[in-house]
């Protein structure tokens, strides 16, 4: 081989080197972009966008379906889009924005199930709303999906039928779409969420291991479960699934935050009657506090009493507590 060819074949490696550090380099800087989390929602500045008027925004049911119209958009078209189907760097490689999807993703199923079953029907025997009927199940679709079909464009064909339902709601020349703000309604809702929210908080809770005591069968004498379990439990995330759990915590929250802000404007009434206004607002309170700022670059897992920081306790502290406020807001609405 001659010099000219070793020289042409060392040149033509160096560019090949300098090109895949370009690459690397590109797709780490839009990583960072991409890992972001959105803004909380300000319910009634979307509530009159998307109903176009301050009147329709004041018909009962109207702020509750245009959050979850928002809620579920801001998967779609946050900043860097949809990415819990992505095949490719640099979505591929990300993990924290796929678990916080998720977390908000469950809340808008729970909600589309929610408005299906109950809010929009009078009773169990009435006939359930046509658009509804079409948006709850597409936010079922699988959430990895990557083609044929796609995730986005089925969650996308919930959101139009959430819409149109909306556009219904808010005409007062159409009287097939309902909204009933009724304590009975609000309280089933709430039994979903508060199941959500302790599951969470046990996941967070077990970054450290623990050693549980079996209660599953307590409270019943005659209760039985299909196999046997041991009286105590050895509970505890592994550490690779630790980031992930509290990033689909932070998710959850954020969409429940703002369902909850809309509940209490839509269902003010019912809340007022209860006298359990301060209740869904102590909810929300204990809700901020889990969208503060992460300032750790990574999530730490540190002991219960250690130097160094447990962020999944921190936020199972948080969750928890509005958990308890969630259960006794529940009780409040079923007394008479």
């Known amino acids: ?59 009962t049911g109207a702020t509750t379906v245009a959050t979850l119209v928002e809620v579920a958009s801001t998967l779609l078209d946050k900043r860097g889009g949809y990415l819990s189907n992505d095949l490719l760097p640099p979505g591929l490689l990300m ?15 729970d909600m589309a199930k929610s408005l299906r079953n109950d809010f929009s029907r009078s009773q169990t025997q009435s006939t359930e709303d046509p658009d509804l009927a079409v948006a709850e199940p597409q936010f079922n679709f699988d959430s990895a999906s990557w083609m044929l079909p796609a995730t986005e464009n089925e969650y996308e064909k919930g959101i139009e039928a959430l819409d149109s339902y909306l556009r219904r709601l808010v005409d007062t020349d159409q009287q097939d779409a309902q909204f009933y703000a009724r304590a009975d309604n609000l309280r089933d809702w709430l039994a979903v969420v508060e199941k959500r929210m302790g599951s969470l908080a046990q996941r967070l809770s077990a970054s450290v291991g623990q050693q549980r005591v079996n ?10 479960a299909s196999t046997p379990r041991a009286s105590e439990l050895a509970v505890k995330t592994p550490w690779t699934e630790l980031d992930d759990v509290f990033y689909e915590a932070r998710g959850a929250t954020w969409a429940l935050l703002a369902l909850l802000r809309a509940v209490q404007i839509d269902c003010e009434r019912v809340l007022a009657d209860k006298n359990a206004l ?5 909810i929300v309170r204990e809700l901020e506090s889990t969208q503060d700022t992460v300032w750790s670059p990574v999530i730490l897992n540190g002991t219960g009493f250690g130097l160094v920081a447990n962020h999944s306790l921190v936020m199972a502290s948080f969750i928890s507590r509005a958990n308890a406020a969630l259960i006794d807001l529940r009780r409040l609405l079923e007394q008479g």
Not at 30 to 53: C, K, N, Y
Not at 278 to 282: A, K, N, T, Y
């Open 278 to 282: 301060v209740s869904l607002r102590q």
């Open 1 to 59: 081989m001659t010099d000219q060819a070793r020289s042409g074949g060392a040149q033509r490696a160096r560019l090949l080197a300098q090109a895949f550090a370009a690459l690397v380099i590109l797709v780490l800087i839009v990583m960072f972009l991409w890992d972001h989390e959105p803004d909380p929602i300000d319910v009634v500045a979307v509530t009159q966008e998307r109903t176009g008027s301050e009147a329709a925004a004041a018909v």
């Open 95 to 109: 993990d924290n924005v796929p678990n916080w999807e998720f977390g908000v993703l469950t809340q808008v199923r």
């Open 215 to 224: 209660v599953d069968l307590g409270g019943d004498a005659a209760a039985t």
